[in-house]
């Protein structure tokens, strides 16, 4: 079947702003949207612009936003997106060109939550440190955050302003936090309680709905702040 | 074809800018980044490591790797570090160099439990250690039946190494490179070395940066794209063993190509080996769980190699379903707590890929070009080598699938890539770091500069040509019907001769882009003379080695031959001449034998 790609293209060198191309493709059904961009990029038009690598949700390179939605464009199905089928840059973060864009704040962010296990401490025969099954559940569902960025370019607070952590780096925090081995809870919490912290959520769940990963995300926000309640930080 | 973009085409690449730095690792999947983290907790703080890569480090395909990385601990049942060598070795059909071996899978349990200590997220038993599950190929006793010896984080194993591993370099303050792309090495007194650091491109802006360093490791991963039909990423174009390989340099033992049995039915990605760990089957069209046949004691758990081959052998027997060129996995009986917990992603990718239920439906499944045993040759501390005789080339290094150790011989087993990341990435490190001070002084590769200079305009000058995805796809399409699971001198020759033809067409490509911002359109063209180099060294090697071995099947030769064949290929090509060759290195036994090699 014939599909209709609309793509808000932006290529800085060429174009003082974003305008929409439509572009038509040959599908299958169970083709990924990522195949429709390839499509236009290899046989139609070179130029377009996205990030890809591992084509199958694991790496987190191509989230956009597509039919209104952050999605990443290796998991939806032109099944489901139909046969028209809109795509642009996720928001909440400067376009660079198409469908790629400024990621360094995102970085930037993550890494001021401490993103790495904090622990000198080894066992005095040298083995793994042992942490019970109920232990290792706790921070399970928040481990299989792939950084893609749906969810933080999904939020409000974030597009109105970008100095709040957002919910890609709570999540990240939140895998430490309640990790029994990190001994850094304490220096985390007060991190998460800054104001541009975990605080500025309003539980709009757009974080929930985007993540490919279906991480529960304002559960592990919520968490963040019972723990800050518990460690007494105000 | 039209040109699309601005009209004229940039007139002056921006002057290359240079970077000082004590060591470089080309690559930010498992084994770059061990590596650096080695490097930088041997040297100090004050030390200058960067590491450069085309990806975000988090993008790596290493994350995409899924059911686990052995080692012998013992966690859940016996085990012993010899028995996951003899493993090993019986595994890669007795070409792995059992030296290298031996290293691997004792450093095995020491490496994984230090992996702990950084915070990676494995599943536990009740008693708190990591716990393990049986794995393809793994044994206990030497072959007696399965044995529990992979550690694993649920079915995304890859990704917690990775996360873990990116996470502990930004403790570390590594410095990254993100988004830049290595185009070559310096090697300024020619391929004997030494090296004096890498060029790379800015994707973001397309200048050229020159990095120095006394001590350049490759860790750039394989070059699955080569094949139509194949697990890996799209990034994965063999750029680290290109690089070396149009210098001059020698690939080992490229003729093996590992094809997974259980990809995905044309999408070609991975249903992990841990379905099948977990207690999964394959089914052909008739019901019959075939594989009992082919490998009576280890059957659906026999070596990857084995149970590709018999699943292409009921396909060619009209045992395919509905006649068709793929076979069933049946994972129904696992149950909702297997799936869900121990499987989500590989559940998951079901639903969302095929709209099928693992529980209740039949998984459709086809082998898929997955992994490089062959590669850059290295020593047992990832120092290159220039040539069959071991001579080495100061202040090169390399690791992971790009290199070859050669601890995967013919066939790797199932988990030992992500150890072999990880045992040699970090042992790579520290031997970069025990080095550096021996090494000469870097100095300025004026020609390769020039040269890769030269490369880039003349990509982007073209205002005609043939489009890289048009090349690229004849190239897949070739190479996976003609150098794939079942190999023949005809088919061969007739996949060395396509593509030699394809290498004359890509002299002329036509980039679309000609703009400096993420040019991807040329990264497209620079990566498809990358894939063509390295199909040109596998089926050269290919065509030359007749004898079956490994994840090396040919019609024609179909019995392994110890007496002719028990040797590495070292594939080189001529920069000045373009004329291959090839010359063979002796494999190291030390203690296994060859001997027939039944599962």
New interface residues.
């Given amino acids: 079947m014939d599909v209709t790609l609309r793509i808000r293209r932006y290529n800085p060198e060429a174009d003082e702003a974003p305008h929409w191309e439509e572009y038509t493709v040959s599908a299958e059904p169970t083709d990924r949207v990522l195949d429709l961009l390839h499509q236009v990029k290899w046989y139609q038009d070179g130029t377009l612009t996205f990030r890809r690598s591992c084509a199958h949700g694991v790496c987190g390179s191509d989230a956009m936003l597509i039919n209104g939605r952050n999605r990443l464009a290796c998991e939806y199905l032109v099944r489901d997106a139909g046969t028209t089928i809109t795509v642009e840059a996720i928001r909440g973060m400067a376009v660079v060109k198409d469908l790629l864009v400024d990621m360094e704040p995102f970085w930037d962010s993550l890494k001021q939550t401490m993103p790495f296990l904090v622990n000198d401490e080894i066992p005095a025969d040298g083995r793994e440190r042992r942490q019970s099954q109920a232990d290792r559940e706790r921070y399970e569902d928040t481990s299989r955050c792939i950084l893609c960025a749906a969810c933080t370019s999904a939020c409000p607070i974030f597009w109105s302003d970008q100095s709040y952590v957002g919910p890609a780096a709570i999540v990240n925090a939140h895998r430490f936090i309640v990790d029994s081995r990190d001994t850094a809870k304490q220096e985390r919490l007060e991190i998460m309680a800054d104001p541009d912290g975990v605080w500025r959520c309003r539980t709009t769940f757009n974080c929930v709905e985007a993540c490919p990963r279906d991480i529960k995300i304002t559960k592990a926000i919520l968490e963040v702040t019972q723990e800050i309640g518990k460690a007494g930080i105000r | 074809m039209t040109v699309?973009?601005?009209a004229t085409p940039r007139g002056a690449i921006p002057p290359t800018r240079t970077h000082d730095l004590d060591a470089v690792v080309v690559g930010a999947g498992g084994a770059g980044l061990y590596a650096a983290l080695e490097l930088k907790q041997e040297l100090g703080p004050e030390a200058r490591i960067g590491v450069i890569s085309k990806?975000?480090p988090?993008?790596?395909?290493t994350?995409?790797a899924q059911g686990g990385v052995c080692a012998a601990l013992g966690n859940t049942e016996e085990d012993h570090w010899e028995w996951h060598w003899f493993d090993t070795v019986k595994g890669g059909d007795y070409l792995v160099d059992q030296d290298a071996a031996e290293v691997m899978c004792r450093d095995a349990v020491e490496t994984?439990?230090n992996l702990?200590?950084?915070?990676l997220?494995?599943?536990?038993?009740?008693?708190?250690?990591?716990n393990q599950r049986r794995f393809g190929g793994h044994t206990r006793n030497y072959g007696e039946g399965p044995v529990r010896r992979s550690c694993f984080?649920?079915d995304?194993t890859g990704?917690?190494i990775l996360?873990?591993l990116f996470?502990?370099c930004?403790?570390h303050e590594v410095v990254f490179f993100d988004e830049y792309q290595v185009l070559d090495l310096a090697l300024p007194g020619g391929p004997a070395g030494p090296v004096s650091g890498v060029i790379a491109l800015q994707l973001?802006t397309s200048e050229l940066h020159a990095f120095r360093a006394r001590a350049v490791l490759f860790a750039t991963g394989g070059y699955g794209k080569v094949f139509k039909v194949t697990s890996n990423?799209?990034?994965l174009t063999g750029d680290g063993m290109a690089i070396p390989y149009r210098r001059g340099l020698p690939l080992e033992d490229m003729e093996f190509f590992q094809f997974h049995p259980t990809g995905m039915y044309k999408?070609g990605?991975l249903l992990s080996e841990a379905m099948r760990g977990e207690g999964g089957v394959l089914l052909n069209d008739r019901g019959e769980r075939f594989m009992e046949r082919y490998a009576p004691t280890m059957k659906d758990l026999a070596s990857r190699d084995v149970v590709s081959r018999s699943i292409y052998l009921e396909i060619a027997e009209g045992r395919g379903i509905g006649g068709g060129d793929f076979v069933h996995l049946d994972v129904r009986h696992l149950g909702a707590e297997v799936l869900n917990k121990k499987l989500p992603?590989m559940s998951?990718?079901i639903r969302?890929?095929f709209?099928l239920e693992p529980l209740t439906d039949l998984v459709p499944i086809q082998p898929t070009a997955h992994y490089a045993m062959g590669g850059v040759p290295t020593d047992i501390d990832g120092r290159v080598l220039a040539d069959e005789t071991g001579r080495v080339v100061p202040g090169f290094y390399a690791a992971g699938e790009v290199a070859c150790v050669s601890v995967h011989g013919a066939n790797r087993l199932g988990t030992n890539s992500l150890l072999d990341i990880l045992v040699f990435g970090r042992r790579a490190g520290k031997k970069m770091a025990a080095e550096l001070a021996n090494l000469p002084e870097p100095i300025v590769d004026a020609d390769a500069e020039a040269s890769v200079q030269a490369r880039i305009s003349g990509l982007l000058a073209g205002s005609e040509g043939e489009?890289?995805?048009?090349i690229r796809a004849e190239l897949q399409e070739v190479m996976f019907a003609k150098c794939g699971v079942y190999r023949t001198e005809e088919l061969l020759t007739e996949c060395r001769d396509a593509v030699a033809a394809l290498r004359v067409r890509a002299q002329r490509l036509?980039?679309?882009?000609k703009?400096?911002?993420?040019n991807?359109?040329l990264g497209?063209a620079l990566e498809l003379e990358y894939l063509l180099d390295c199909a040109e060294a596998t089926v050269a090697s290919a065509l030359a080695r007749k004898e079956s071995r490994g994840g090396h099947a040919r019609e024609d030769f179909a019995e392994r031959d110890d007496v002719g064949w028990l040797k590495h290929t070292f594939a080189s090509r001529d920069p000045a001449s373009g004329s291959m060759s090839l010359a063979y290195k002796p494999v190291t036994i030390t203690k296994f034998e060859p001997r027939a090699r039944t599962y």
């Fill in positions: 699309i973009g601005s990806l975000y988090s993008r790596s395909h994350g995409a994984i439990i702990e200590h950084l915070g997220p494995f599943d536990r038993t009740e008693d708190g250690l990591i984080a649920a995304r990704h917690a996360q873990t996470q502990q930004i403790k973001s990423a799209h990034t999408l990605f992603d998951g990718f969302t890929y709209g489009r890289p995805a048009v036509l980039v679309q882009d703009g400096c911002r993420y991807t359109d497209d």
